[in-house]
């Protein structure tokens, strides 16, 4: 399973429909596409939230990213994440 971080952008529309039950469907959308959420949290600055899900790969992250958005009326641009660890033996194994 990969980590993806998803950063959101509220829509005015998507705005008003901030709920307890919508972020709820949020997940369970992402559960449909065979992940699991680690974590939600709202931000401050240029995003207004990120989900930190794993998903089987990077064409199941695309889906989610479109479902969410059609669900939701919240943008994602979401970037794959791997542990800072083996980012280190990676660039290490490059010597």
Known sequence: ???FFMFGKYSHEALKKISP???RKAIN?????????????AMLGGNDLVFIVTL??????????IAL???????????????????????????
Do not use: N
């Open 1 to 3: 399973m990969a980590t």
């Open 21 to 23: 039950e919508r972020t």
């Open 29 to 41: 959308t992402v559960q449909k596409f065979g992940g699991r959420v680690k974590s939600v949290y």
């Open 56 to 65: 089987p790969g990077a064409a199941q992250a695309t889906m989610v990213s």
């Open 69 to 95: 958005t059609r669900l939701t009326g919240i943008s994602f641009t979401t970037s794959e994440a791997i542990p800072v660890d083996q980012f280190d033996k990676l660039a290490k194994d490059m010597h």
